[in-house]
C-alpha cells in the first residue's frame, strides 16, 4: 500500500514537514505522523450514513408521539437535551438529540412497500419509463469519483437489498456487504499474491488482445472493473470492514447492553452494522446505508418496539452520535434515519399499525445541520400535516446534498437523454440549515 | 497454397490465425488435429462479395443481404470482412443455444471443408435441446423477471415455453395464451405472465404496460397519466387497453400445514370476474373520464357476455402484419445483431426512426406468412450475411456505431455481453463438467439456480432481465476471479477436466493450445504461444502455470463478450 499524500497539502507544504520534520524526529515517527495526518484529513471528508428502516417503522410511537389521542398508544414521551420530546423507549438518544432533529411533517405519496422504498432512496416516483438512481448513488457519482485514493466503493450498503444506480451505471451501485463484513469471494482462495500476479498478467495479455480488436469500448470496461476488484481484494482499506478489531466496551456501546436472550431481534445487529458504517466513513467512504429491518407491525406493535426494535435502535443512534462526535467526525457526517413510509396513526384490531405515507417523521442530524429541533408538525390526533409545509424525500435528499457541499442546481442526464434534476428538484430545508 | 489463400483473404486486422499458420509452416511440428483444424479456411468469398452464402439459399435470406447491401450504399460504409469460422461458430451456439461450443465440436467444426456447413450448424442447433432451455430461459426472464416475484411459479412459466419452443409453437398461439390464460399456476403455466404483473393493485395499469411493451412493442406506460408527448398514443387509449384485463383477478390460495399448525402459501390462479361497462381515469387536469375496451379503435362490446381477454387476443393476432408479429421479429434481429430496427426495441413508434423500414415490414409480413414460425424466422437471421461478418470494425465502418446513437447499418456484428445463464452454462462447457456426470440434473439446476441468483443479486434490480448481463459490477468479477465455480473450473484434481488435459499426451504447446480452444474456441496467436511458454519456463511448477493460464482465460473480456 502505497503512503497517501494528503489531498489537502501543497507539495510545498509537505516538503516544509519534511525538512523540518527530517531534522527533529527519527524517520519512524515522521513516516506515522504523515499517515496519521492523511488520516485526520479523511476523517474530515463529507459523508452520509443512511439509517434504512425496511418494513415501515411506527414514527407516531418513535418522534411524534400523540399521548393525549386516542392514536397515541402505549408510550409516553420524555424530554431530551434538544428542543423536543421523543419516546420514552429512546432514553439513550434523548441525550445526544441536541445534535440530531426530527422532521414531523414529511407526507409522502407511496404507501407500498415497493414503491416506497424506490421513492424515500431516489426521491422519484416509480415509473417504467426510466430507472432512477438511489440517493447513495449520486453521491458516489458526486463524490467517490472524487476521491481517488479511496480503493474501496463509494456506496456502501450493510445487510439490505440492492437499489439501482439507475442511469448513472452499474459503477455506483451499491456495494453489498452482510453485516459481518466478510465480503464474498475477496480472498484469494488459498493462492498467494506471487500467483494472483501471475494470473492477473496472463489475464492482461489477452484482454489487451481483445481490447485491441476494433470491437468497441466493453473489452476495456471489463478491464476497469477487474482493475477495480483487485484493487480492492489488495487494499487495506479493506479493514474498514473488520469490526472485530473495534474494543469490546466499543462493541457494547453500539449494540446496547445484551438483552435477556442475547442480542435480540437482529438488534446487536444494527449496532455492530453501524460500527461498520463509521469505520467506512472514517476510510473515505461517501455514503454507507444500514439496514435495519422488522418494521412491518400490522401487530403486536407495542410489545415488539420495546422489548425489541426500539433498545437496538436507541443504543445504535447514540453509540454512533457519541462516537463521532468524540472523534470529531459529526460535523462533517450526515446521519439520516428513515423508511419506505410509516404507520397509520390508528390503531387496529390486532394492536398494530397498518401503512401510512401521509404524515410522519424522519430523523436527520449531523454533518453541521442543526441539531435538538422539529421541523414541523402534525394535528393532535397524527393523521395530517399541520404545520404550514410538509416535505417530500427530495427536500430530505436536498438537505443531504447541502451538508455534504454537493450543489442543488446538479442536473443529471438519462440515458435517454432527459435531464434530471438532483433530489427530484427538492429544497434544502430552510430550518435546518438555517 | 494453404498460406496463400490465407494472405490473399486477409486484410488488416484479420491476423490471429494467419499469423500463426505462418508459425506452423515454418516450424513444421504441429501435426494434431487442433493444428489441422486451425489450418481450416473461412469461406473462400471473404469481403465485398456480392454473392456471400452460408449454403442456404432462401429468397429471403437474399432479401435481407441486398436490403442491407443496399444501405451499406447509401451510407458510404463497407461491410467488415466474413467472420472466420472460429468467431462465427462461438457467437452462433451462444445466441442458439445459449452456450459457447465444446472444444471437440470446435474442432470438428474448423476441420469441415463443407461448403455448406454454416447452414448446417443452424440447423443442428435449431433441433438441439439447447435451443428449447435457451429461448425458454429468455422468455421466462422477460414475462416474470430474474428474480421470481410473490406469487409467481417459476416452474410453470419455463413448463409454458419449454413446451412453446419445444414444438415449435406458432408465436401467436403463445400470445394468445398468455394474454387469455386462466387457471391454476403450475397446471397452466401461461398464467404466470399475467400473474407477475399483478404484484401492486394498480387496476391492471402494468398488466397493460407490460403486454404492449413486450409483446407488441410500444411503450405506453407514461400515457396512463397523461397523453404521449411524442407519439401518438392518447391517455384514454390506455385505459381502452386496460380496460381488457379489467376481469381479470387473482386468487392466492393458502392450506394448512401439518407440520408446522400454520396457514401457508399454496397455489395461486387467474380467474374471470364479472366487469363490464367503461374504466374511469383521470386527466391532469381533475376531471375524470371514461373508456371503453377499444383496440386501435376497433371497438368491442363492453357487456358483461363479452371475454375481453379473448377479444383482446383475437384483435392483437389479427391481420398481415400485426405489431406482435413486427415486435417479435425486433426482438429476435436484436438478439442476433446487439441492436434492432429500432433502439430502443421495444418502442416502434412514429417518433423513433427505423433503421431499415423495407426490410423491417417485410420480414414481419414474412414471419406471418410461415405461421409464425420461430425457428425459422432465426433461419432467415442466422443464415445473413450480415451476421456472418466479423465483430470487429474496420476504417470503412468505424463509424457504424449505434451505441452512440447513430442508426444501426449492420456492417458488422455488434458485441453483446453474456447473460448470466449464458454465461454459467459456458463455464460448465469450457469445464466439461456436463459430461462429467457428477450429479445428477436436479441437482446440477439447483446449482445453476443458486449461482445465477448470486450473479443476478449484484445488481439492483431491474425490470425485464435486461440487466442480466455481464455490465461491471466489483462483486461480480469477484464471483468470477475466486467464485467457487471457477475454482472448480482451474482444479487439478484427478478426475477434473483439466487435470485429464494436462496428464494426457501432447507437447506443451498443444496443450496451451487446448486451453484457448475449450474457453475461446479459437487457436492462441503466435505472441500468447509465446507468452505462455515464457511462464512456462520461467516456472518449476508447469501445473499451475495451466491453471493459472485457464484462469485467465475464463476471467477475460474475449471469454465473457460474445462477439
Redesign the interface.
Known amino acids: 500500500m502505497s503512503l497517501v499524500t494528503p489531498s489537502g497539502m501543497s507539495r510545498r507544504h509537505f516538503m516544509g514537514h519534511l525538512a523540518a520534520g527530517a531534522a527533529t524526529l527519527p524517520a519512524l515517527d515522521f513516516i506515522s505522523h504523515v499517515k496519521a495526518n492523511a488520516a485526520d484529513l479523511k476523517r474530515r471528508q463529507k459523508a452520509c450514513i443512511l439509517m434504512w428502516m425496511s418494513g415501515g417503522p411506527p414514527s407516531i410511537d418513535i418522534w411524534d408521539l400523540k399521548p393525549d389521542s386516542k392514536n397515541g398508544g402505549e408510550f409516553k414521551p420524555i424530554n431530551t437535551k434538544g428542543d423536543l420530546q421523543i419516546s420514552e423507549h429512546m432514553p439513550k438518544t434523548a441525550q445526544v438529540m441536541d445534535n440530531l432533529s426530527v422532521i414531523r411533517a414529511m407526507s409522502t405519496r407511496e404507501a407500498?412497500h415497493?414503491?416506497g422504498r424506490y421513492y424515500m432512496h431516489t426521491s422519484y416516483v416509480p415509473?417504467?419509463?426510466v430507472?432512477h438512481p438511489?440517493f447513495g448513488s449520486v453521491v458516489s457519482y458526486e463524490l467517490g469519483s472524487k476521491r481517488k485514493d479511496l480503493e474501496i466503493?463509494a456506496f456502501i450498503s450493510i445487510g439490505g437489498?440492492?437499489?439501482?444506480?439507475?442511469f448513472l451505471g452499474?459503477?455506483h451501485?451499491?456495494?453489498?456487504v452482510n453485516g459481518t463484513g466478510q465480503?464474498?469471494?475477496?480472498?484469494?482462495?488459498g493462492i498467494g499474491l506471487d500467483?494472483l500476479d501471475?494470473?492477473?498478467r496472463?489475464?492482461g495479455?489477452?484482454?489487451d488482445?481483445?481490447?485491441h480488436?476494433?470491437?468497441?469500448?466493453?473489452?476495456q470496461?471489463?478491464?476497469?472493473?477487474?482493475v477495480?476488484?483487485?484493487n480492492?481484494?489488495k487494499s487495506k482499506q479493506m479493514d474498514a470492514f473488520k469490526i472485530n478489531e473495534e474494543k469490546k466496551e466499543v462493541l457494547d456501546a453500539y449494540s446496547g447492553a445484551p438483552a435477556q436472550g442475547g442480542m435480540m431481534g437482529g438488534g446487536g445487529q444494527f449496532g455492530r452494522s453501524l460500527l461498520m458504517a463509521r469505520r467506512l466513513v472514517e476510510a473515505g467512504v461517501p455514503f454507507v446505508e444500514v439496514d435495519f429491518g422488522g418494521w412491518d407491525l400490522h401487530a403486536n406493535v407495542f410489545q415488539t418496539l420495546k422489548t425489541q426494535r426500539l433498545p437496538a435502535l436507541d443504543a445504535g443512534i447514540a453509540a454512533l452520535t457519541t462516537d463521532l462526535k468524540q472523534r470529531g467526525m459529526l460535523n462533517d457526517v450526515v446521519l439520516v434515519w428513515m423508511g419506505e413510509f410509516a404507520r397509520t396513526p390508528r390503531i387496529n384490531q390486532d394492536v398494530g399499525r397498518d401503512h401510512w405515507a401521509n404524515s410522519w417523521s424522519v430523523m436527520i442530524g449531523g454533518g453541521g445541520l442543526k441539531g435538538g429541533m422539529a421541523v414541523g408538525e402534525t394535528d393532535k390526533d397524527g393523521i395530517s400535516v399541520s404545520s404550514s409545509k410538509s416535505y417530500q424525500p427530495g427536500d430530505v435528499w436536498a438537505t443531504v446534498a447541502h451538508a455534504l457541499g454537493i450543489p442543488l442546481d446538479t442536473v443529471h442526464k438519462s440515458k435517454n437523454g432527459r435531464p434530471m434534476k438532483l433530489a427530484n428538484g427538492g429544497t434544502a430545508i430552510q430550518e435546518l440549515i438555517g | 497454397m494453404v498460406l496463400g489463400m490465407t494472405t490473399m483473404n486477409f486484410t488488416g486486422w484479420q491476423g490471429l490465425q494467419t499469423r500463426f499458420c505462418r508459425r506452423a509452416m515454418t516450424s513444421g511440428g504441429f501435426t494434431s488435429l487442433v493444428v489441422a483444424a486451425a489450418l481450416t479456411l473461412p469461406l473462400a468469398n471473404v469481403g465485398a462479395s456480392e454473392s456471400f452464402t452460408t449454403g442456404s439459399s432462401d429468397v429471403i435470406i437474399q432479401e435481407i443481404n441486398s436490403q442491407i447491401r443496399q444501405t451499406w450504399k447509401d451510407n458510404e460504409v463497407e461491410p467488415s470482412p466474413v467472420a472466420e469460422d472460429a468467431e462465427w461458430m462461438r457467437r452462433v451456439y451462444l445466441d442458439v443455444v445459449g452456450h459457447i461450443p465444446a472444444v471437440e465440436d470446435v474442432e470438428k467444426f474448423l476441420a469441415d471443408k463443407d461448403k455448406a456447413k454454416r447452414t448446417k450448424l443452424i440447423e443442428r442447433l435449431l433441433d438441439d435441446p439447447g435451443y428449447t432451455r435457451n429461448w425458454t430461459t429468455i422468455w421466462t426472464n422477460l414475462c416474470i423477471g430474474q428474480q421470481t416475484p410473490r406469487r409467481v411459479s417459476r416452474e410453470g412459466m419455463q413448463k409454458f415455453f419449454r413446451e412453446a419452443f419445444g414444438k415449435n409453437r406458432p408465436w401467436k398461439d403463445v400470445v394468445s395464451d398468455l394474454v387469455t390464460a386462466e387457471g391454476h399456476y403450475e397446471e397452466n403455466g401461461a398464467t404466470n405472465f399475467l400473474l407477475a404483473q399483478m404484484q401492486d393493485q394498480d387496476d391492471g395499469a402494468q398488466m397493460t404496460a407490460k403486454t404492449t411493451r413486450l409483446f407488441m412493442g410500444m411503450q405506453v406506460q407514461c400515457t396512463q397519466c397523461h397523453d404521449h408527448p411524442f407519439n401518438d398514443w392518447k391517455q384514454d387509449q390506455f385505459w381502452q387497453f386496460n380496460s381488457f384485463f379489467r376481469q381479470t383477478a387473482k386468487v392466492d390460495h393458502r392450506r394448512f400445514d401439518q407440520k408446522t399448525g400454520r396457514m401457508v402459501d399454496d397455489y395461486s390462479e387467474i380467474v374471470e370476474r364479472n366487469f363490464s361497462g367503461p374504466v374511469y381515469f383521470e386527466k391532469r387536469s381533475g376531471l375524470m373520464k371514461v373508456a371503453y375496451p377499444a383496440y386501435f379503435g376497433t371497438e368491442v362490446n363492453p357487456d358483461e357476455s363479452t371475454d375481453r381477454r379473448k377479444e383482446l387476443a383475437r384483435l392483437m393476432t389479427a391481420g398481415e402484419r400485426p405489431m406482435i408479429a413486427v415486435a417479435y421479429i425486433n426482438r429476435l434481429w436484436a438478439h442476433f445483431f446487439g441492436f434492432g430496427f429500432t433502439n430502443p426495441i421495444d418502442d416502434i413508434s412514429t417518433h423513433i426512426p427505423v433503421t431499415h423500414p423495407a426490410l423491417f415490414d417485410r420480414l414481419g409480413e414474412e414471419f406471418v406468412k410461415s405461421g409464425y414460425d420461430c425457428k425459422q424466422a432465426i433461419r432467415w437471421i442466422a443464415n445473413s450475411e450480415p451476421y456472418n461478418l466479423t465483430s470487429r470494425t474496420t476504417k470503412k465502418n468505424a463509424r457504424d456505431n449505434p451505441a452512440i446513437g447513430e442508426a444501426a447499418l449492420f456492417t458488422h456484428v455488434y458485441v453483446k455481453p453474456m447473460t448470466a445463464e449464458q454465461l454459467y452454462d459456458s463455464l460448465i462447457i469450457a469445464t466439461n463438467a456436463h459430461k462429467s456426470g457428477r450429479s445428477g440434473w436436479e441437482q446440477a439446476e439447483a446449482q445453476r439456480h443458486t449461482w445465477l441468483q448470486k450473479f443476478v443479486q449484484t445488481f439492483g434490480t431491474d425490470d425485464g432481465g435486461e440487466s442480466s448481463s455481464f455490465d461491471g459490477t466489483i462483486p461480480q468479477a469477484l464471483m468470477m476471479m475466486n467464485g467457487p465455480l471457477v475454482q472448480d473450473a482451474v482444479s487439478v484434481k484427478a478426475g477434473s477436466h483439466l487435470h485429464e488435459l494436462l496428464t494426457g499426451k501432447g507437447s506443451e504447446n498443444q496443450k496451451i493450445q487446448r486451453l484457448y480452444m475449450t474457453a475461446l474456441g479459437r487457436m492462441p496467436t503466435r505472441s500468447e504461444l509465446g507468452a505462455a511458454q515464457k511462464f512456462l519456463n520461467n516456472s518449476h511448477d508447469p501445473l499451475t502455470v495451466y491453471q493459472d493460464l485457464f484462469w485467465a482465460l475464463l476471467n477475460s473480456n474475449e471469454f465473457i463478450i460474445n462477439h
Open positions: 407500498d415497493g414503491r415509473t417504467p419509463t430507472v438511489a466503493p437489498g440492492g437499489s439501482s444506480p439507475g452499474m459503477t451501485s451499491p456495494f453489498l465480503i464474498e469471494n475477496s480472498d484469494l482462495g500467483r501471475q494470473r492477473l496472463m489475464l495479455t489477452v484482454e488482445n481483445f481490447i480488436s476494433q470491437r468497441g469500448e466493453s473489452g470496461s471489463h478491464k476497469d472493473v477487474y477495480k476488484a483487485v480492492l481484494m
